[in-house]
């Protein structure tokens, strides 16, 4: 299903070179929230030029957007990602316009362009006499530190400044550290029943503290695959035209992955649009969510997912009005719409991703170095092109580097697990996910990557590691029935014909090695002492054939 066209224009020219301005309002690509108090309420300025409570039109605020290499460069990128941030970026300046405020955007290819936050926003107040800036506290620890250091230099020159919350998230930044301070493990399931409590979502009216039905979780109903006669809906996609933008990355020189179809960029990048995405998935897919949220398959890229992260990372949607909206409709169909499907998706936005960014404030900066395993291989080369004879794999990649995308089990039980179980560094995991996902922003990867899937951080946010076999491909995927691979085989055989017959799944042999080699990490701890057991039960030449089998698959990443 394709929704209506929309042309992301150039932004308009701004004709306020020389005007003066008391205060510069600085709006990062991922602060796209027009719900915010800055577009409500009363200017900065002293209070002689506030006596009238102005209007949210404020003559004395420039508003800055820009587009700098300081963002498109410290990691590479996929291209659909790049140009979803700058479209939805321009189209939030328009309206802004359109609402008469003064707008300063700073396209990637200007002139003046300085290519960093702190460079353009003082070169800025200097132009406009600025004597004051504010700023929404951002959500990465690299950028808090850049702009950090943008308020020590404006104080010097004599500019006040000022950090705003951004309105946007459910819980505070140390709400995470808080709950668990002293503990060593941060359990979602504790911080998500706070989180419902706090809010009183899906709670027992009569019984404030309960939860509505008296369970809390319905995880053990999510995790169906999808039957061969499952209708699918279309996801709903857009013909955005943004060859203007592709054609300023190319002359630009920024280095991207991925591919894009410049007349006909699928993404939703504004407001309208995401509550329309949002729409769509309530009417046409939340009926279906909870029930195969962990489902793969070949016949479709999006499946039942709302696909709302990009919008709602860069705040063009806040969580509250998402899960309202959700509520609402399983309310107005209790009959199609089962109980285990509306607290599915509750628990992924009211849970997991405010656990995620809770995480993140809680261990940051230390976290970006943990590694638990002390892994050190390369990513193989296929991660960035998709190239490999396993189907799951290719599948997962081929689909990411066309779209950007790829649903949470595809990355945790998929990319994540076959680089965990090869024993990659956990920076280049880190480096992949950050750069290919259209909705990867550092605070919500790297928690789900050096957390949840590579169990870098020893355990915080994981009570074990996410790890498995083609066993569990097979179950929740259709991947395995058209594989170069056997998932029935540990090890290749040694006889004379092994050509003929198809090698073992490479998942097979890797997954009881990584548990004998990690045996020192892993042997006590209470979630997995069934796999040591099943491991050391093995037959001794059986045991010796599997580990040699990941041995050689490991040599040779790269052509598997």
């Known amino acids: 299903m394709t929704s209506s066209q929309y042309t992301p224009q150039p932004p308009q020219s701004d004709h306020h070179h020389d005007k003066t301005y008391h205060t510069l309002r600085l709006v990062l690509g991922d602060q796209l929230n ?102 929404q506290a951002p959500d990465e620890y690299r950028v808090e530190m850049h702009l950090q250091e943008l308020a020590a230099q404006c104080a010097k020159l004599g500019i006040t400044a000022r950090c705003y919350d951004t309105e946007h998230f459910l819980s505070r930044r140390e709400e995470v550290r808080e709950l668990f301070r002293g503990k060593k493990q941060y359990l979602l399931e504790t911080f998500y029943r706070s989180m419902r409590r706090k809010y009183g979502t899906l709670m027992n009216p009569e019984q404030p503290n309960e939860p509505l039905t008296g369970q809390w979780n319905y995880d053990a109903d999510n995790r169906k695959k999808l039957p061969a006669t499952a209708q699918i809906p279309q996801p709903l996609l857009w013909k955005h035209n943004v060859e203007d933008i592709v054609t300023m990355l190319t002359r630009s020189g920024v280095e991207t992955i991925g591919t894009i179809e410049p007349s006909a960029f699928v993404w939703a990048v504004r407001r309208g649009e995401a509550l329309e995405l949002l729409e769509y998935f309530a009417r046409h897919c939340l009926e279906y969510f909870g029930t195969y949220q962990d489902a793969m398959d070949t016949r479709s890229w999006s499946l039942f997912h709302s696909r709302l992260s990009f919008a709602m990372n860069v705040k063009l949607l806040s969580p509250k009005e998402v899960i309202e909206r959700c509520i609402s409709e399983w309310q107005q169909r209790p009959h199609a719409i089962e109980f285990s499907q509306i607290e599915g998706f509750v628990r992924q936005i009211l849970g997991w991703r ?72 956990p920076d280049e995991v880190d480096a992949w996910y950050l750069g290919i996902y259209i909705d990867a922003l550092e605070w919500v990867e790297i928690t789900n990557t050096r957390g949840m899937s590579q169990f870098a951080d020893g355990g915080i946010v994981g009570t074990k590691p996410y790890v498995a076999s083609a066993n569990y491909m097979d179950k929740m995927s259709n991947y395995c029935s058209h594989c170069h691979y056997d998932k029935s085989k540990r090890h290749n055989a040694d006889s004379s014909d092994t050509a003929a017959k198809r090698p073992a799944c490479p998942f097979n042999s890797l997954y009881w090695d990584f548990y004998h080699r990690h045996r020192d990490k892993l042997a006590r701890n209470p979630r997995i002492g069934m796999m040591y ?19 050689t698959y490991k040599n040779n990443l790269d052509t598997l």
């Open 354 to 425: 405010e656990y995620m960014r809770g995480v993140y404030w809680a261990c940051m900066p230390d976290y970006r170095q943990k590694n638990f395993f002390a892994h050190t291989a390369q990513l193989p080369a296929w991660y960035w092109t998709g190239e490999t004879q396993m189907n799951c794999l290719r599948n997962a990649i081929k689909q990411s580097l066309e779209y950007a995308y790829a649903h949470h089990i595809q990355r945790l039980m998929v990319t994540g697990n076959f680089a965990l179980l090869a024993g990659v560094h």
């Open 34 to 135: 027009l719900a915010h108090s800055w577009f409500r309420a009363e200017s900065s300025a002293p209070d002689a030029a506030r006596t009238a409570r102005l209007s949210p039109v404020q003559p004395d605020v420039l508003y800055v957007l820009m587009e700098v290499r300081d963002e498109t460069d410290y990691v590479r990128h996929h291209i659909q990602k790049v140009v979803a941030f700058f479209a939805a970026m321009r189209a939030f300046a328009d309206e802004l316009r359109e609402r008469g405020h003064a707008v300063r955007y700073i396209r990637l290819d200007e002139p003046e362009n300085l290519h960093s936050f702190r460079a353009n926003v003082l070169a800025l107040c200097q132009q406009h006499r600025v004597r004051h800036l504010e700023y």
């Open 533 to 551: 057991k099943t491991l050391d039960r093995m037959d001794a030449q059986e045991r010796a054939a599997t580990l040699k089998q990941a041995e």
